[in-house]
């Protein structure tokens, strides 16, 4: 590895979103950046459809869980990216949805920055919004829900008991990353704070791809029907909003599950 | 106009959206939904680049400004949609950022359901993501925040005060669309709330396009600094957010405008 202090300047990171899963998702500017890169570093869950696209001419490096052992730790990808770049690379850090939201971004650019690498977010099509276009749902809509919250199900230690009174009130909507094992902990504590166990609830597990999967329910019956899903790929959760045509949907899971 | 009734079902609708104003933010899906479109029914604020590239093909209507009179009333555009859908004709109905936040989505969806014609939504690049991109940050952090909430500066009166109870809170982060003329009217409300005047506030003008513009503020200053910005182009507002290395573009601002 170089010496930060000795470096040209040349190398680059790219923080890239790759969207929700459907290579049509991407942007122009994500396969520019594609591109020039000469490595891109990508989490576990990008689609192989993505990937495809990304690694044309660019080599790619899965950072997401390490060939023989253990996932990697976020100090070992933070040292990778500036080992790379200071070897005056291009690189693209490409991360599933938008980098911004739940991407863990900050640490990374906080590394590069410490080696005086230049870097650039380039925005993604965030789950919420891909898992949504789905149902044929709005995030917020007229005279129901003026703000919309976005919130992850790990790290629900820090999310105050007033944020569960907020959402437990009638047409609070949510979409609720990584939300799967944290399901019954957000359902008891929403019922806790006066939620009504009728609101939808609506899981959308590989959002935009071809094996996408909606299963509606409500708020009394979400660990069962998450747990009768048995869904293992990326999973959306949208609190306070039903697909359109609910019962149509419902009918179709329980029938699939029957 | 046709009548539903005797339809023969070849129109479409697709909701699509356009991403903050960088061109290159676009999707594969929109483009690939201009090149089939008839005609483009498109907001007031999409970008000229944007419609540059919409425009290849299809013909452009602007529903957000009448030529000579008003703006279009919401009526007006769902009647536009039917009818052109009803003669067979695929329309693309763009959408500033994603249609499926803050897009008024579900009032055309509705329209042109109701008339037995299909639809889809190809989502967007919202402007939080375009802007935050912009001043380097993220909408979420681990230890700071687990949740981001987007809300609107418009429709405040459904907005209750236990949710400025929590945006209250130290480490709260929120993105503000539309949230210019009612920005002295938050700042009141959240610091009646218990907020700090110290909390950050981040204006973000023209996200992703040419002419961005970074203002850097906080809660006690923000209505006299977005005064003396004069900002008229689309703004996102970030409450508990400063750039990376806030204290330089600060700088920059207070030089622009000495």
Known sequence: MQDARSYDGTGHVDFV?????????????????????DVILHDRLISAEVLAMAGKTAALVDV?????????????????????????????????????????LDEEIEAVEASGISWTIIPGITAASGAVAGIGQSLTRRGRNSSVRFLTGHDMKGFADHDWAALARPGSVAAIYMGKKSARFIQGRLIMHGADRAT??????????????????????????????????????????APRQAAKTLTEFKKEHA
Not at 21 to 34: H, I, Q, S, V, Y
Not at 72 to 101: C, F, M, N, Y
């Open 200 to 241: 939808p609830i609506t899981l959308v597990e590989n959002a935009s791809r071809p094996d996408q999967r909606i299963v509606s329910t409500n708020l009394d019956q979400l660990p069962a029907d998450l747990n009768a899903a048995e869904m293992d790929g990326p999973t959306l959760t949208f609190y306070g909003l």
């Open 64 to 104: 997401g869980k390490a060939g023989f052992g253990p996932s990697w730790k976020q100090a070992d990808i933070d040292a990778l990216l500036v080992e790379h770049a200071l070897k005056g690379q291009r690189i693209v850090r490409l991360k599933s949805g938008d980098p911004t939201l739940f991407g863990r």
């Open 17 to 37: 979103g790759a969207g929700p899963g459907d290579p049509e998702l991407l942007t122009l500017k994500a396969l520019r950046a594609f591109e020039r890169a």
